[in-house]
């Protein structure tokens, strides 16, 4: 899509899935935002690649494992192409999905760890504190929340064991002087103070790198008794996947590609992204991305979702419902920009029942079948025009900007709200206009045709903008008016419906009204 304005690069990625089993709608959430933002970004002109993934090491991995009664690549290996297939499933246009158990991933993250060890940034000592294994992480005492983990509230317990670490602080005064010049560098705002104030301005402690307590890792090639610790292998991916060589012969696309323009990550990470990320990046003498952006959670009920609450949904339960599309737009339409998201089976009815079927849905049939009634399908445009026209006009064209505006803040679900608005502007106009009225006139017809013509043209301008967000739904829409997907430039204008083209004459239900009662006994059999 409009490639001829030529924005340039956009690389943006998302946070890896943890395998550690199949991913919950909580984390199916961030995937279809950031496919909403990458659709977005292409259609408006840049060469997106949008990377994606899954993290695929360590301690609770190798337990998983070991309770499966397989080895720890089988175990991935599974979870791997799950998470896959649900990314799938979603309908999601990522350019590279990443394992960190792929073969090159592997070995530039042994040739990082050496030349930051050669460099003096990584030695060698021994890390005792209390361990929390679901999180994979140290604490020391005052960081416990009454004695268990400050991250899951799980158990921890005493451990002592030979490590690398990295010089943490060696690099704080520069991240510090980073943030302060780059305010977009951290999103929402909330989060960047939350960082500075708790983490960084109290002084950073050096971070552990590399673990000998279990084995499923990448091996420190010159000492292979220590695998290399989380972060310094599930961060790296971002560089690793586009060709980045610790060598010095990186590859074109990552010539091209890097700095990242967005890492979109849920803000339970946030601390990893924006202050150990950076300082590795710095460590390597390489840019920092441009913007963190921490996305709330999407919560079940009152609490977010984990497998061991129990309180879990997924994505393919979900779409088996109500089918992709109605996900994807109840994920991006109830998630607000910096303060968590809710999701249970009867809102998603309440939404889809008041904001698809009947704004949408009904409205794209209503039309098709009035068009079909009282002209065969043709729609005309025969210029009577009334004021009102002026108004749905107006509407339909200022929209590109103002979604513009949003998706540039990344406030995805306020963009969708002004496209929404395009659909129920056009719903007032049928009450204003009441073609059923006209229609029983002889000297009305004209009036009526060009009712008819306004309210195609703003649904076809409605339905080019829902593109990135409701893919199928969107060309469905299209399809059944017979007309093309608008480009961006094309958007700015009204009035580019072909004068004389023809509906379908066999409009399909695009959402149908559920019963929320039914929908729940369906789930309980």
């Given at each position: 899509m409009s490639k001829e304005l030529g924005k340039g690069k956009y690389y943006m990625t998302t946070a890896i899935a943890y395998t550690s089993g199949q991913p919950h709608i909580g984390n199916t959430y961030e995937i279809v935002l950031a496919d909403s933002i990458a659709r977005y970004k292409r259609f408006i002109g840049y060469d997106v690649f949008f990377q994606t993934g899954t993290d695929e090491h360590g301690q609770k991995i190798e337990e998983k494992a070991k309770v499966a009664g397989i080895s720890p690549k089988e175990y991935v290996d599974g979870v791997a192409a799950q998470v896959k297939g649900i990314w799938d499933l979603m309908n999601t246009s990522y350019d590279k999905f990443i394992r960190t158990t792929d073969a090159d991933h592997e070995a530039q993250v042994q040739k990082i760890f050496k030349k930051l060890y050669e460099q003096g940034d990584i030695y060698q000592g021994f890390y005792e504190g209390m361990y929390c294994t679901p999180c994979e992480s140290f604490f020391s005492e005052s960081q416990l929340v009454n004695g268990k983990c400050p991250d899951c509230g799980g158990e921890v317990s005493q451990n002592k064991e030979e490590v690398y670490f990295f010089r943490m602080s060696k690099y704080a005064d520069r991240l510090i002087a980073h943030i302060n010049a780059h305010p977009e560098f951290i999103q929402p705002v909330s989060r960047k103070n939350e960082m500075m104030n708790n983490f960084l301005l109290p002084g950073l402690q050096d971070l552990c790198v590399s673990r000998t307590s279990f084995s499923w890792g990448i091996p420190v090639d010159f000492d292979p008794k220590h695998v290399v610790y989380v972060w310094l292998d599930a961060l790296t991916n971002y560089i690793t996947g586009i060709g980045y060589n610790a060598d010095g012969e990186s590859s074109e696309q990552f010539t091209k590609n890097w700095p990242a323009d967005l890492h979109l990550i849920g803000k339970d990470i946030i601390r990893f992204h924006t202050i150990y990320w950076p300082i590795f990046l710095m460590a390597l003498n390489l840019p920092l991305p441009k913007q963190v952006f921490g996305h709330p959670w999407l919560l079940q009920g009152e609490g977010k979702m984990s497998k061991s609450?129990?309180?879990?949904?997924?994505?393919?339960?979900?779409?088996?419902?109500?089918?992709?599309?109605?996900?994807?737009?109840?994920?991006?339409?109830?998630?607000?920009?910096?303060?968590?998201?809710?999701?249970?089976?009867?809102?998603?009815?309440?939404?889809?029942?008041?904001?698809?079927?009947?704004?949408?849905?009904?409205?794209?049939?209503?039309?098709?079948?009035?068009?079909?009634?009282?002209?065969?399908?043709?729609?005309?445009?025969?210029?009577?025009?009334?004021?009102?026209?002026?108004?749905?006009?107006?509407?339909?064209?200022?929209?590109?900007?103002?979604?513009?505006?949003?998706?540039?803040?990344?406030?995805?679900?306020?963009?969708?709200?002004?496209?929404?608005?395009?659909?129920?502007?056009?719903?007032?106009?049928?009450?204003?206009t009441m073609p059923w009225a006209l229609a029983k006139d002889e000297a009305k017809q004209d009036r009526l045709a060009t009712v008819l013509y306004y309210l195609t043209e703003s649904i076809c301008i409605g339905a080019s903008l829902l593109i990135s967000f409701m893919p199928e739904t969107a060309k469905k829409i299209l399809e059944q008016l017979n007309a093309k997907q608008r480009t961006y430039e094309e958007l700015k204008t009204f009035g580019l419906y072909e004068d004389g083209a023809k509906v379908t004459d066999k409009p399909q239900i695009l959402f149908a009204r559920l019963d929320v009662e039914e929908v729940l006994k369906g789930i309980e059999e």
């Open positions: 609450k129990g309180n879990v949904l997924y994505a393919n339960q979900l779409t088996e419902v109500f089918g992709v599309d109605a996900v994807r737009y109840f994920v991006l339409h109830e998630m607000p920009f910096d303060n968590d998201g809710v999701i249970s089976w009867e809102l998603l009815v309440e939404r889809i029942n008041s904001d698809l079927a009947n704004t949408l849905g009904n409205l794209v049939n209503r039309t098709i079948s009035m068009s079909n009634k009282y002209f065969g399908g043709v729609v005309s445009d025969k210029k009577v025009n009334e004021s009102v026209d002026e108004e749905l006009k107006s509407l339909a064209t200022e929209a590109l900007q103002k979604v513009s505006e949003k998706m540039d803040q990344l406030r995805v679900a306020d963009a969708i709200t002004e496209i929404f608005a395009i659909f129920r502007r056009c719903n007032k106009y049928i009450d204003e």
